[in-house]
C-alpha cells in the first residue's frame, strides 16, 4: 500500500462466538477457544495492533453485552471470529444493532489441510468457514454492512490485509464520532453539497450542530486579552507574517479562531463546516476564518469550506485514518498537458506545507467589505490522492478517488493553499468526464499518498459505493 497510515495502536474487538450445543458435546470447548483467541491476540499485538477478546459468546444477550463493551472501550473494528460454528440468529441481532463496522473472519487453529490427521478434534476449532457464510447471508438481507476476510493468523498476508480493514474502521468510526459543527449554513443554491438528510449519514448517526453567525459573533466579543495574546504569539511562530498584515488584523484573527475553538469544545467537536459569505457579510465577524480552519486542520480536525459539514466529517476520517489531510478544491485543467490546478482561497493543512507558510492580508466586498487574513503555502510534492464523497439517487453514500501526484511546479504568481496535480490516468478530459457522470461533487480531501485499498474497505463496511478513476 503506497501510503502513510496512523499505526498508533489501532483497536480491534475479537468475537468470540461458540454455538451453546457444544457446551454439550465438548466440555472444554470455551477454554479451547479462549486460548486460540489469546494465541491469535498475541500475534496481531506483535505487529502492531492492539487487540481485545471478549468472552466466549453464546446467548444473544452475551453478543450484545460484548458489541457494548467494545463500543465503550473505543475499538475500532468488531472481528467477528468463528472457530467454531455459532449460528447467525445468536449473532445478526446484536450485530446489526451495533455501529461498530464489522469485519467476519473464520478463525482457524489449523494453517495446513493434513488428511491424516483431521479428526474430530480437528474440527473442534477449524469449522466456522460455515458459520461465516450463514452470518453474511443473514446480514446481507438487513441493513448492516460488513466487510470478510480469509486467511490465517500467522500469515504475513492476512495481518497486512487486516490492518488494512482496522484503517478502514478507524476512518468510519471518526467520522462516526466527528459531532461536526456547522457555522452560517450552506452557501446559498451550491445544492451538490447538501447532502445532510442522505440516509447514509442518518445510518451512521452523523449530524451537525448548526450556529448562527449572530450566535459565533457574540462568542467572539467573549474572548479575552489572555486569549488574543495566545493565538497571536502562535501566529507569528507559525507564519512568516505578510507587510500588509498589521496587528490589528491577527488580533481580529485570534478573535475569529478562540471564538470556533471555544463551539467546538462546548460540543466535543472535530470537523466545521464554515460558509465564508454568511460570516464575512456580517459585520459582527467580517471573516472567513481561514486561518482558524488551517489552524484545526493542522491539529487533525475536519474542515470545509461554504458550511460543508459533510465533507468536513470526510477530512477528519481522512485525517485520522493517515497521516494529514486537507480540504482542497479543483480550480483549473491543464488539457494539453493533463494536469489540474488544485487550490482554495486562503485555508488548507498547515501540515501539508512546502515551506514555511505566509498569512497574508485578504478583502472580500459584497454586502460588507471584510478584511481578514488568509494562509499561503504550495503542498509538498509527492504522491497524492483527491477523495469525494457525496450521495447518489438512492441516497447510499459514495466514495470517488482520483490518484496522482502532487507536481514540483512552483505558483508564484497567486496564493492561498495551491499545487499542480497530475492525475495517474492519462486523459484529463475524459477523468474528468467520468468524475461527473458517477456524481463527484467539487468538494475534496486531499490525502497523502494512495491509499485505496483501505478507502475501498471503508465503502464495504459502511455500504458506500467506490469510483476510483
Known sequence: MDTICQTDHLQIGLLLPVADLYHRLWSDIDGALESLGEQVAGRLREAGL?????????????????????????????????????????????????????????????LRLDPQRYDAEAVKLNHGVHGIQDLANVLGKTTKDFGVIHGHHEQAQFISHLQLWAWAGRIIRSMQDAKPVQVGGHFEHMLDLQVGQEEFLRRMGIAPTRVSVSDFGGQMARTT??????????????????????DCLLEKTARGESALRAILSRVGSHACGLNFLTLCNDERVADGLHVAASMLMQEGLGYAGEGDWVTAVLVRGMQQGFTVASFSEIFSVGYADDRLLLKHWGEGNLAMARAKPRLLASRFTDRCTAEFAIVDFEFEPGPATLVNLNATGDQTGQL??????????????????????????????????????????????????????????????????????
Open 225 to 246: 486579552p489572555a486569549d488574543v495574546a495566545e493565538y497571536v504569539e502562535r501566529y507569528r511562530r507559525t507564519f512568516e507574517i505578510g507587510s500588509n498584515v498589521e
Open 50 to 110: 492492539n487487540v481485545q477478546c471478549s468472552v466466549p459468546v453464546s446467548l444473544p444477550e452475551q453478543v450484545t453485552a460484548a458489541c457494548d463493551d467494545f463500543a465503550a472501550k473505543g475499538v475500532d473494528l468488531l472481528v467477528v471470529a468463528l472457530a467454531p460454528y455459532c449460528p447467525s440468529g445468536v449473532l445478526s441481532p446484536a450485530l446489526v444493532a451495533s455501529r461498530l463496522p464489522v469485519l467476519l473472519w473464520p478463525m482457524q487453529s489449523m
Open 400 to 469: 470517488v478517488c482520483i490518484q496522482g501526484e502532487i507536481a514540483e511546479d512552483h505558483l508564484p504568481n497567486i496564493d492561498g493553499p495551491r499545487c499542480v496535480f497530475k492525475p495517474g490516468a492519462s486523459d484529463v478530459a475524459r477523468l474528468l468526464t467520468e468524475y461527473a457522470y458517477v456524481g463527484g461533487s467539487h468538494h475534496l480531501a486531499l490525502i497523502r499518498g494512495m491509499p485505496t485499498d483501505v478507502l475501498e474497505n471503508v465503502c464495504r463496511l459502511a455500504g458506500w459505493s467506490y469510483h476510483r478513476l
